[in-house]
């Protein structure tokens, strides 16, 4: 007769017999079980940690049912194998873990460098990391394990890489490599808070794949703007490039595998006028200026925003240089900035940037378009801004002002209280909301700066389903909520440059390459890009959100 044991009783009872046979070093409970989240029927997931050789054999000695497989039996790499078992009428999982493997993927992990390992049923892989993860978050019933936590750089470098394959796995369908059997069928990408959901047909994707504008945070960007020259072979000269783009990013991404590098195209409304002609997306206009009492947000000249994202500062200058090299002469560059992640995900002022970035489906739903502009879904707004930072004026103030100029602890990065925080603070005036709900945007802002002409700065950039919601982020901090009431940061802080651009989907910017309209008379040789007038009052901009996805 099986011997009754509680849960407690149970899990002390198998961790004691794992952690006698030869060579466990440490025995730890995962799964449901160790987070809370079991059920009565749950698994156990016991994983044995040892050094050296292990034998299979001392498991089976046990006298424990059920099947005991070989080490590498479920496929080698990081799950090297195991056992499904049953212990007193319980269902037993255990997991065989190598400390010489476990403590070299966590010297990996803590400088960035992970693997993805196949394994059945896995679709998207096993990272190396996993283990990392395990030996941080599980139980540990017998013996010592190390408690990592996260690492910064990993943080840095895997989502980069997880969506990179994401996209290359979402491309390589839409280009045709679908059969008419999946006609119909969803086909969807879930990974690292990222949720993108497509639904295919016989030709392959819906063409309402977005472009990288959700590509989690990197270490190095490169943000740059160019001006179209006139003449229709300049004009066609971008529109092949746009048809190339993708390709050029592969193929430079493939030097640098493990950082995935991304790269979003824009266009302002003067080149969607001239490249694509007819109807531009419903909110896609020149860059409005906002001038209140010296504080300016100028508009500046720019056809063409790449926004170039990477792991590593050289595989985004290694696109850049290939995208100016298919450019030539075609284009003027009248603005490139590198920017770099600081320490922490901090500016140059010492605050955390992107703190209130939406994830997940939040995401998705505040910067891709969806019905409400049915020929543009799929695409995205960016609005960009240089800010130069006059770091004498900002250090002689206190840590108590600085605080209350963002609206944040500084150290901490934790929000003010309402009954505390200034109305005039940063965080304050670039809240929005719309019937009692705040309209989220996602910001990907980096520092620049070059020590030998005292130059520092952020560079703002920041996607939306709507452009109007940024807008009026703008109006606050320039104009005032009430007006007067203006952005304090403003007070140090002095924007140089200012552009809006659409973002169309990925099948409607290769499609430009197929476009042979020309709007030549849409931009004279003697008009560059510019902006719209200057606001200094209400924007008159109607509702921030647009329609929902699932309307």
Known sequence: MATVRDDGAFGEFVAGQLAGLPGVRAVTLGGSRAAGTSRPDSDW?????????????????????????EIGGWGGGVFNGGAWLHVDG????????????????????????????????YLAGVPTYVV??????????????????????????????????????????????????ARGRPLACRMLGQDVRVTTDAAG????????????????????????KPGSDNADTVRGLCGDLAGLIRAVGFRGTEDYL??????????????AGETRPAGLHPFVEFRSAGRVAPATA??????????????????????????????????EVHGFRYFEHRDLLGFVDGTENPAGQLAYDSVIIGDEDPAFAGGSYVLVQKYLHDMDAWNALTTEQQENVIGRSKLADIEQDDSVKLTSAHNALTTITENGQEI?????????????????????????????????????????????????????????????????????????????????ADAPADTPSMAGPARDG??????????????
């Open 45 to 69: 997931d016991f994983a044995v940690y040892y050094r050296g050789a292990f034998s299979p054999d001392s498991l089976r000695a046990l006298g424990w049912p059920g099947t005991v497989f």
């Open 90 to 121: 319980r269902k037993v999982d255990v997991h065989y873990r190598d400390l010489d493997d476990v403590e070299h993927h966590l010297a990996e992990a803590r400088t960035g460098r992970f693997g993805i390992e196949r394994l059945l049923f």
């Open 132 to 181: 990392v993860a395990e030996i941080a978050l599980n139980q540990v019933l017998h013996g010592d394990l190390p408690r990592p936590a996260y690492p910064d750089a990993l943080r840095a470098a895997a989502p980069p890489r997880w969506w990179g394959d994401a996209q290359a796995t979402l491309r390589y369908a839409r280009d045709g490599r679908i059969t008419a059997g």
């Open 205 to 228: 994707l819906n063409g309402a794949e977005p472009q990288a504008v959700l590509s989690p945070l990197t270490g190095a960007a490169i943000f740059l703007v160019v001006v179209v």
């Open 262 to 275: 991304t790269c979003v195209a824009g266009l302002s409304a003067t080149a969607w006028d001239r490249l």
């Open 302 to 335: 720019g056809d063409l925003l790449f926004h170039i994202r990477a792991a590593r500062m050289d595989l985004c200058f290694e696109l850049a240089t290939q995208i100016m090299a298919r450019l030539e002469d075609a284009v003027t560059v009248a603005d």
């Open 440 to 520: 989220k945007i996602v910001r990907d802002n980096m520092p620049f700066g070059h020590v030998g002409t005292d130059e520092y700065g952020t560079y703002f950039i920041g996607y939306a389903r709507s452009p109007a919601t940024i807008e009026l982020m703008l109006q606050n901090m320039f104009i005032g909520r009430p007006e007067g009431n203006y952005d304090r940061l403003l007070d140090v802080s002095t924007a140089v440059t200012g552009g809006l651009f659409f973002v169309p989907s990925v099948p409607l910017l290769e499609g430009l390459a197929g476009d042979d309209s020309d709007g030549e």
């Open 538 to 551: 209400s924007l008159n901009i109607g509702s921030l959100r647009g329609a929902s996805h699932d309307e």
